[in-house]
């Protein structure tokens, strides 16, 4: 409909145009009907391109209403066998029971370039790869919150994720240590859950990220399951107390690690911890939920096993995007009901084996090389369509 309209007041407006047109070209030359016609319909036709160019312009909601929903660009994996680019997308405030999105309904941008190829959609649970997690608790006995709300909850956790992703539960009160794992063992994990009981120590919150970012090392490094995505989930009320290494040193090796932080705060909401732990989330593509009471906390668990479970995946063969080592950008717009959904990440790819490691100029300058050569060397005559005759 409103390509109809823009189509429609383009139609006036080269009409308006062509005539204004011909009535100049009238006064300086003698009037020329088939000219005036012609130029007339040019102008209709160029007019009626640019508006309903206008009417379709990028990301504008159709009839005037604001977007339903927010898409959000968690993380972008390479293949570390193939040439293949994996894109971590999640929706949220989306209807209930979405349908998965066709392919048409999926754009991707590589560095700028609109990509021609073909986008695989799937929703991660049904995609078959698997998951790496750990989950970072304090139980210490003055916790501003309810440890056993907490227990449950990652309970809830372990059991939405299921078995075929390999967890880890660990805490950070005191001396940071792994309670359990790594392993695909839910009834393992949940009985190693189930025993944790408040204990007397401190919270030392960055060196409990620095663990934890070492036990997502384990996980990746296992050749037993290979994963794709890997989480830490993490539980706190932002304060750190006695932690021994640095902060600034813990939050680059877990932003360089590609992990996704999740985090899930309680106790008061302004402090400068939590909004240092938010800011950190939304740097690796994660979330940061507030549990303000005990009544929003199985929910903020119950969305966040959703995301989990039902994130885009969009897989294509790149034709920009390498893993170089180099910097790079991608755009993904999704249509959502009526809504073009868009959003931007930015990210510095990996070194793998099947990246171009050529440079462009490299290239240029080996082409050169060969049309000097074919030019400068001596080459038989009868190459280039010419016959000699022997006296």
């Not at 966040?304 to 920009?320: K, W």
Request: charged residues 20%.
């Amino acid at each position: 409909m409103a390509a109809l309209c823009g189509l429609h007041a383009g139609t006036m407006l080269g009409t308006m145009l062509g005539i204004v047109w011909g009535i100049v070209r009238g006064i300086e030359r003698p009037l020329d009907v088939k000219m005036i016609r012609f130029r007339s319909i040019m102008l209709w036709l160029v007019c009626g391109a640019l508006a309903t160019a206008v009417a379709q312009a990028d990301n504008q909601p159709i009839n005037g209403h604001e977007p339903a929903a927010a898409l959000s660009i968690d993380q972008v994996t390479f293949a570390r066998d193939k040439p293949a680019v994996h894109v971590y997308v999640t929706i949220e405030n989306k209807e209930e029971n979405s349908p998965r999105p066709n392919p048409g309904a999926v754009q991707v941008e590589e560095d700028g370039r609109l990509f021609a190829g073909e986008v695989r959609v799937d929703r991660f649970q049904a995609s078959g790869r698997r998951l790496g997690y750990v989950l970072a608790l304090d139980n210490r006995e003055s916790l501003p919150f309810s440890l056993t709300m907490i227990i449950e909850g990652s309970q809830t956790v372990i059991k939405g994720l299921g078995f075929r992703h390999r967890g880890a539960v660990m805490s950070y009160t005191g001396q940071s240590a792994i309670l359990a794992g790594p392993t695909m063992n839910v009834a393992h994990l949940l009985e190693k859950m189930g025993k944790i009981t408040p204990t007397q120590g401190s919270p030392h919150l960055v060196d409990g990220l620095c663990l934890a970012v070492q036990a997502i090392g384990s996980i990746q490094n296992d050749e037993r399951t290979a994963v794709e995505r890997l989480v830490v989930i993490l539980f706190t009320d932002g304060l750190d107390s006695g932690s021994l290494l640095r902060r600034e040193s813990c939050e680059r090796l877990l932003m360089e690690s590609g992990v996704t932080l999740h985090v899930i705060g309680y106790g008061l909401p302004d402090t400068d911890g939590l909004r240092r732990m938010a800011w950190l989330a939304e740097q690796t593509g994660g979330s940061f939920q507030l549990a303000s009471s005990y009544d929003k906390f199985p929910m903020i668990i119950t969305s966040l096993v959703d995301r989990l479970q039902n994130q885009l995946v969009l897989t294509f063969r790149p034709q920009a995007l390498h893993p170089d080592g180099q910097a790079h950008r991608v755009k993904v717009r999704v249509l959502q009901g009526k809504t073009w959904l868009s959003d931007s990440y930015h990210f510095t790819a990996p070194r793998l084996r099947w990246a171009r490691t050529w440079p462009r100029a490299a290239v240029v300058v080996v082409v050169l090389l060969v049309a000097v050569a074919a030019l400068v060397l001596p080459f038989p005559r009868w190459r280039f369509g010419r016959k000699t005759t022997v006296a």
